[in-house]
């Protein structure tokens, strides 16, 4: 779904209530839009343990202006499987991201001035992926 809002929407036809009761819960889930704003953003809460911190954030249940208690973990659970389809774990997001040297932690073993240049380096193994492709 585009906004939270229509997440909000979806979650008053399952549960009622008004949208206003949800808003914050979804708005919480996609917060990293705001770093982030492809589909990507979903990696940082759009998981099993995303579920977890959205219950510690808002508490196991919140009561909708109905007056019915409604679990948090229900509701993060169904934003998820709207976007998603399931609920993945943290690693089926984290396995499938591209590793680059300096998410390696080296740096703190290495004196700066023996630190490569990022950008330079990953940019000489691409093009050397791209010319080795190329031959095939």
Known sequence: MAHAYHHSLS??????G????????HEWIDASKVAMADHSHRALRHHSLGVYWCEEKFGVTITNSNGVEIPVRLIAEQHIIEDLGFIPTV???????KKKFWMTGTKLNMPDEEMPNMQTEDKAKEEGQAKTSAKV
Do not use: A, E, F, H
């Open 18 to 25: 008004s949208p206003n009761d949800y808003l914050s819960i």
């Open 11 to 16: 979650t008053v036809r399952k549960w009622g």
């Open 91 to 97: 690693q089926d997001w984290l396995q499938n991201i």
